[in-house]
């Protein structure tokens, strides 16, 4: 389905590029800061080759509000009243590194193994660190591939507000759909002409069926939050093993008996306490009661 070009937000006119100025440095002791903040605000491992990425990354940041050297601004981000600053900070030390279809034995195995079960029944799906959206929607194809368009429902969380934000646009450079199969691309995105030549906007009927939160992953769900499925992916990697055990403990509390949890094909669970039990690499399920 092909959309014209008045239903697509114009494209945002192109910035002048910033007039080169000298990098404010980051000594050891404030990367020390930053890499504790991270930490305990989201349970992100920096490890110290991250220094630079930090600096580069905050660099903006600190000629934006006028400040010459990240002990200021580490001054700034911990006064009471700073709330919004923290988030952004956050926001910019994570990465967020995304595509439609990506690990495509996944929606694979979702569609062929899980997906029938729930034919005529409810079905939750949570995708827990939705980054600016692409897994999201491409979970949304996939369960009105598998169900058509029963009684099915997805959450799309992020501990980066400005992702969420990005993901409840639903709109995408059409090249991070090139893994897309074909009909799905066809039938559940709207593609942009004239202006909007090159993106892509979902399909309503998908956006409908998604909700989207900014969330943190080692603070407790909502009593009675239940789950199917679950998609984890491509973050365990960043957490420590305590991190990492806070994280699965309280995702396998959410995943209802006998729904199924994902994990990257990078990661695991080994090292971890867990009664999830796996059904084939980067997949498990929880035992029924």
């Not at 956050?90 to 569609?111: C, G, I, M, Q, S």
Request: hydrophobic share 35%; charged share 30%.
């Amino acid at each position: 389905m092909w959309t014209p070009d008045t239903l697509i937000k114009p494209r945002p006119t192109k910035a002048e590029p910033e007039p080169l100025v000298e990098a404010v440095p980051l000594s050891e002791d404030d990367f020390e800061r930053f890499r504790r903040f991270i930490h305990d605000r989201a349970g992100i491992s920096l490890t110290p080759h991250k220094r630079q990425m930090v600096s580069s990354r905050l660099q903006r940041r600190l000629r934006h509000l006028g400040l010459r050297s990240f002990h200021a601004y580490l001054e700034y981000v911990s006064e009471p009243s700073q709330d919004r600053e923290r988030q952004h900070l956050v926001d910019l030390l994570t990465t967020n590194e995304t595509y439609f279809y990506r690990e495509p034995a996944h929606f694979e195995f979702l569609l062929k193994d899980i997906l029938p079960a729930y034919r005529g029944s409810p079905m939750r799906v949570w995708s827990a660190a939705c980054s600016s959206g692409e897994e999201v929607y491409t979970l949304a194809m996939a369960l009105a591939e598998g169900l058509g368009m029963g009684d099915w429902r997805i959450l799309g969380s992020d501990i980066s507000s400005r992702m969420v934000e990005a993901a409840r646009q639903g709109l995408y450079p059409l090249d991070r759909a090139k893994r897309l199969p074909t009909d799905w691309l066809g039938k559940y995105c709207l593609k942009g002409v004239r202006s909007q030549a090159g993106n892509l906007l979902i399909d309503p009927r998908l956006k409908a069926r998604v909700q989207l939160e900014q969330r943190n992953l080692k603070r407790p769900l909502a009593d009675g939050e239940r789950f199917d499925v679950v998609f984890l992916r491509n973050v365990l990697i960043y957490f420590d093993i305590p991190t990492k055990q806070q994280v699965i403990d309280g995702l396998t509390r959410a995943i209802q008996p006998g729904g199924y949890l994902f994990i990257s094909h990078v990661e695991s669970l080994h090292s971890l306490k867990t009664k999830l039990e796996m059904v084939r690499p980067s997949v498990f399920r929880k035992p029924l009661d």
